[in-house]
């Protein structure tokens, strides 16, 4: 069962918005900071955006007064407002989560990862 499944991710212009969401799967019911990395070919991957349990907020400079990371605790899932995305954002984006319970777990948080999702920004 794949740990966490993003979503909202495709071709954008230039200057345009998108908006990313990130759900754990039913199985997982303990969360710690949830975040946003993402990956071009060749390079590694990097922090976009992390958030605690707690609301606190961390972003790289990188995506600063244009990115948006929040998270809906009732409904385990991480959102990624992207605006004003610029032809260097492209990359595929993944979903991490620290987890701290699941069905068969409970214990010191592990980290998982969705599946990525493609985010394209050209004219």
């Known amino acids: 069962q794949v740990p966490l499944v993003e979503s909202g991710g495709g071709l954008v212009q230039p200057g345009g918005s998108l908006r990313l969401s990130c759900a754990a799967s039913?199985?997982?019911?303990?969360?710690?900071?949830m975040g946003w990395y993402r990956q071009t070919p060749g390079k590694e991957r990097e922090l976009v955006a992390e958030?605690?349990?707690?609301?606190?907020?961390n972003y790289a400079d990188s995506g600063k007064a244009r990115f948006t990371i929040s998270r809906d605790n009732a409904r385990n899932t991480v959102y990624l407002q992207m605006n004003s995305l610029k032809p260097e954002d492209t990359a595929v984006y993944y979903c991490?989560?620290?987890?701290?319970?699941?069905?068969?777990?409970?214990?010191?948080?592990?980290?998982?990862w969705g599946q990525g999702t493609q985010v394209t920004v050209s004219s």
């Open positions: 991490s989560a620290d987890v701290t319970r699941t069905s068969h777990y409970s214990g010191p948080p592990f980290k998982v």
């Open positions: 039913r199985n997982i019911f303990g969360l710690n900071n």
């Open positions: 958030i605690s349990s707690g609301g606190s907020t």
